[in-house]
């Protein structure tokens, strides 16, 4: 049996690892200019598909990697929460629709929040802070009881995991293996046709080097919490265990509820039951790898609100961000690449919900 002192030294491991992915994430959409709303309102106000094929590109190299690693056995998809056979239908189309409609009035998703942070944007500190409460208190808070009364008791129950490789193998009677090798070849190709295919200019090898290194955080994530921080039997439960995860599961790259466990721990520093975790961790790395990135760019400058206008316009929509993330179970990353890397359902229909709102958003602001 594993002991407290190899338990330990693995969830430092993990939350070193989290630091690390956070970094080069950072970094890499710092540098990059990957953002999901540029990509929406580059296609939708100007018909420029760049940023949009790069954010397809991204998803395909984390849908490859991470299906491989649950192929090969190291990761198990079943432990993770999008892949619960609980369908949250409502809260996935209302939760994507609000944050889709904040992150327009906010300028950028969680992840581009945190980005600008280290750019030096103090109004897009403000803008995580209130994301973060917002998000606390619709995990904990007022907004948390009528999310579980409310939109949480509409679901549908499904015969098996809401990923498309179980949803199809028990629909056609085939053997998990061979459905998830076709689904993603599938799957993968067409993505790849359109990042290739689609109308517009040509994709730039900064560009393409950006989504591969996105991708592959998400991929990153996965293997180090459900792999490297995976142990069959806790010296304090005699049960397996993910170690230093939020979820007790396994975790990738997310950015609405790992903002609230961040607030959490700067607020409760003192409380010994508040443990650094791999998704703050990655918080804080996204922060300080955009920081360093913009540094080296000679892109980091300070920046405020350009009018009270501004200023409402960012509270409001970091609100909805934070309310409507959590509802949805997650944002443009936490679904949009972590999620749809499982293939789930779920994540599917937040990923659409969240562009539907982000697009009003946009009709929004130019009227």
Same mark, same amino acid.
């Given at each position: 049996m594993i002991e407290i002192a190899e338990v330990q030294a693995l969830s430092a491991w993990v939350v070193w690892s989290g630091l690390a992915i956070g970094l080069v994430f950072g970094a890499a959409m710092q540098t990059g200019r990957f953002c999901t709303l540029g990509a929406l309102s580059d296609w939708v106000l100007m018909g420029n598909t760049v940023r949009m094929r790069l954010w397809i590109l991204a998803m395909a190299v984390a849908i490859v990697l991470t299906q491989a690693a649950v192929g090969l056995g190291l990761l198990k998809d079943s432990d993770s929460? =999008? %892949?619960s056979s609980r369908l949250l239908w409502?809260?996935?189309?209302?939760?994507?629709?609000?944050?889709?409609?904040?992150?327009? $009035?906010? @300028? !950028?998703c969680g992840s581009r929040i945190l980005v600008r942070v280290g750019e030096g944007s103090l109004k897009a500190l403000v803008a995580f802070l209130v994301m973060a409460l917002a998000s606390f208190m619709?995990?904990? !808070?007022?907004?948390?009881?009528?999310?579980?009364?409310?939109? &949480? *008791?509409?679901?549908?129950?499904?015969? %098996? *995991?809401q990923d498309l490789v179980s949803l199809a193998a028990l629909a056609f009677g085939i053997e998990l293996t061979s459905v998830r090798l076709v689904l993603v070849l599938v799957l993968v190709t067409g993505m790849l046709g359109f990042v290739v295919f689609a109308p517009g200019q040509g994709l730039s090898r900064k560009g393409i080097l950006t989504a591969g290194l996105v991708g592959a955080c998400i991929a990153a994530g996965w293997?180090?919490?459900?792999?490297?921080g995976f142990v069959d039997e806790h010296p304090d439960t005699l049960a397996p265990a993910y170690l230093v995860t939020n979820?007790? #599961?396994? &975790? @990738?790259? %997310?950015? +609405?509820?790992?903002?609230? =466990? @961040?607030?959490? $721990?700067?607020l409760y520093w003192s409380d010994r039951s508040q443990v650094l975790t791999f998704s703050v961790a990655t918080v804080l790395g996204t922060v300080l790898g955009a920081a360093g990135a913009a540094r080296v760019?000679?892109?980091? *400058?300070?920046?405020?609100?350009?009018?009270? %206008?501004?200023?409402? *316009?960012?509270? +409001? #929509?970091?609100?909805?961000?934070?309310?409507? !993330?959590?509802v949805a179970l997650g944002c443009t990353i936490g679904h949009g690449l972590t999620g749809v890397s499982l293939l789930a359902l779920g994540s599917i229909v937040s990923v659409c919900s969240?562009?539907?709102?982000g697009w009003a958003g946009l009709w929004y602001l130019q009227r």
């Open positions: 929460f =999008y %892949t409502l809260s996935h189309i209302l939760g994507g629709l609000l944050f889709g409609f904040g992150m327009a $009035l906010a @300028s !950028g619709t995990i904990r !808070g007022i907004t948390g009881v009528l999310r579980s009364q409310t939109v &949480e *008791q509409v679901f549908l129950t499904l015969p %098996t *995991q293997l180090t919490t459900g792999w490297l979820t007790r #599961g396994p &975790e @990738s790259l %997310t950015f +609405v509820a790992p903002l609230a =466990y @961040s607030l959490e $721990l700067l760019s000679k892109r980091f *400058q300070w920046q405020g609100f350009a009018s009270i %206008t501004d200023l409402g *316009q960012h509270l +409001v #929509g970091a609100a909805l961000m934070g309310i409507g !993330g959590v969240i562009l539907a709102g």
